[in-house]
């Protein structure tokens, strides 16, 4: 599982990508494998409504193993498929670029972190600079 340490230090080094690409305010949050809050953060002026954007992209990503960017594209290609993931899951699941899983160097599942607050592409670069930060691997 990932540490308090760990996810504190994605959050971080996400927020700081986000601070050196001049991008609006983001809220990270880290989950664990099994899908549990680890740590959030929300940075001021972040908009309403982002925490649960950020964590339905990190929940995704863990539900399906894939990052929240291919279930973008699995939405594209099949709308209904994805349209009863989220009933599923209470419409938690967003599918969009920003939910990246994370892994220990053996390539064992730790987690998920999910970045909310500019271009879904943007908020991606950011939670794979906040993954790398923590010495883990994109999953």
Same mark, same amino acid.
Not at 6 to 24: S, W
Not at 28 to 38: E, K, P, S, T, Y
């Given at each position: 599982?990932?540490s308090?340490?760990?996810?504190?230090?994605?959050?971080a080094?996400?927020?700081?990508?986000?601070?050196?690409?001049?991008?609006?305010?983001?809220?990270?949050?880290?989950?664990?494998?099994?899908?549990?809050?680890v740590?959030?953060?929300?940075?001021?002026?972040?908009?309403? @409504?982002?925490?649960?954007?950020?964590?339905?992209k990190?929940?995704?990503?863990?539900?399906?193993?894939?990052? !929240?960017?291919?279930?973008?594209?699995?939405a594209?290609?099949?709308p209904?498929?994805?349209?009863?993931? !989220?009933?599923?899951?209470?419409g938690?699941?967003?599918?969009?670029?920003?939910?990246?899983l994370?892994k220990?160097?053996?390539?064992?599942?730790?987690?998920?972190?999910?970045?909310?607050?500019?271009? !879904?592409?943007?908020?991606?670069?950011?939670?794979?600079?906040?993954?790398?930060?923590? @010495?883990?691997?994109?999953?």
């Amino acid at each position: 599982m990932i540490s308090l340490e760990q996810a504190r230090t994605v959050i971080a080094a996400a927020r700081a990508k986000g601070r050196e690409m001049d991008l609006n305010p983001l809220t990270v949050v880290v989950l664990d494998a099994g899908g549990h809050l680890v740590a959030m953060e929300r940075e001021d002026g972040s908009g309403y @409504g982002r925490p649960e954007i950020a964590g339905g992209k990190a929940e995704g990503a863990l539900a399906m193993g894939t990052s !929240s960017r291919k279930l973008g594209d699995m939405a594209a290609d099949r709308p209904q498929f994805m349209a009863a993931l !989220s009933a599923a899951w209470n419409g938690k699941l967003i599918p969009a670029a920003g939910g990246v899983l994370i892994k220990d160097a053996a390539g064992a599942l730790l987690g998920a972190v999910g970045v909310s607050g500019d271009l !879904s592409d943007k908020d991606e670069e950011a939670a794979f600079a906040g993954i790398a930060a923590a @010495g883990l691997t994109a999953g």
